[in-house]
C-alpha cells in the first residue's frame, strides 16, 4: 500500500487560505493523488484528484511538483464549515487506497 | 449526494451475535466497498467486490463476510461480534476500480458489540 504522511492538525482562521502538505515518497508511475474531507458523523467526500502539475476546481487547488513525492492541497478562503478531517490519498486503485489518520483542519472565528 | 443508504444507522448488538449491515445504491456502479473506521486508524478496507457475486478481501477482512447477489447490494456479515469489532462501518461505490473516477460514501453505521 503506498502510504502518506501528512500533519495530524492544523488551526486557521476564517477568511485565510490553508494549505495541506502531504508526503508521498513511495508513489508509483500510475498512481493518482486523491484529497478527500470528511465531517463528524459523515461518510469521506471527494474534493480534488490530480496527477501531475496544478488541478483546480471550485472547492480547492492541488499542487503536485514535477518528482510527484508530495501534494499540497489548497483551499481558498476558509470558512467555519471547512473545519474537517482531510485525507491524502495514492494509488492506482481503490482497494490499495491508504486512508491514514488524515488532518484535522480547525478553523476558527 | 450519489444514490447510496447504508442501514441499519445504528446498532448494538451482543457479543457473540451474527449482524448483517446493508450498503444499498441506486447508481449502478460495479464496485462496492466495506470500510471500518476506528480513532487513530482513519478509514481500513474490510472486503470489496467488483461485480454480482465477485468479492475480494481488503485489509482487515478476518471476522467479516460479504455477499453480492445484485448489483445494488452489498451485504456485511459478522459471522460472531466481537467487542473489536465496534467501530463505525462506511460502504462506498465506484464506477471502476482506478482512482482516476470518485468513490462515493454511505453516511456509516456505528455499530457497538456489548
Known amino acids: 500500500l503506498a502510504k502518506t504522511t501528512q500533519p495530524i492538525s492544523m488551526d486557521s482562521y476564517e477568511g485565510q487560505e490553508v494549505n495541506i502538505t502531504c508526503s508521498h515518497n513511495?508513489?508509483?508511475?500510475?498512481?493518482?493523488i486523491t484529497w478527500y474531507q470528511q465531517f463528524p458523523s459523515q461518510g469521506p467526500r471527494f474534493i480534488i484528484q490530480g496527477y501531475k502539475t496544478k488541478v483546480t476546481n471550485e472547492v480547492a487547488s492541488l499542487f503536485i511538483p514535477a518528482d510527484r513525492k508530495s501534494s499540497t492541497l489548497s483551499l481558498p478562503r476558509v470558512s467555519l464549515s471547512d473545519t474537517a478531517v482531510y485525507y491524502c490519498l495514492v494509488g492506482e486503485n481503490f482497494n490499495k487506497f491508504y486512508f491514514g489518520s488524515g488532518t484535522k483542519l480547525n478553523v476558527k472565528p | 449526494d450519489a444514490g447510496i443508504t447504508q442501514s441499519p444507522r445504528h446498532k448494538v448488538t451482543e457479543t457473540g451475535t451474527p449482524v448483517t449491515l446493508r450498503c444499498h445504491q441506486t447508481?449502478?456502479?460495479?464496485?462496492m466497498y466495506w470500510y471500518r473506521q476506528d480513532p487513530g486508524h482513519g478509514l481500513r478496507l474490510i472486503h470489496y467486490s467488483y461485480g454480482v457475486k465477485d468479492t475480494d478481501k481488503g485489509e482487515v477482512s478476518d471476522g467479516y463476510s460479504v455477499s453480492r447477489s445484485k448489483t445494488e447490494d452489498f451485504l456485511l456479515t459478522l459471522e460472531s461480534a466481537t467487542s473489536s469489532q465496534t467501530s463505525v462501518y462506511f460502504c462506498a461505490i465506484s464506477p471502476g476500480p482506478g482512482t482516476n473516477t470518485e468513490a462515493f460514501f454511505g453516511q456509516g453505521t456505528r455499530l457497538t458489540v456489548v
Open positions: 513511495n508513489i508509483a508511475t500510475n498512481d493518482y
Open positions: 447508481e449502478n456502479h460495479r464496485y
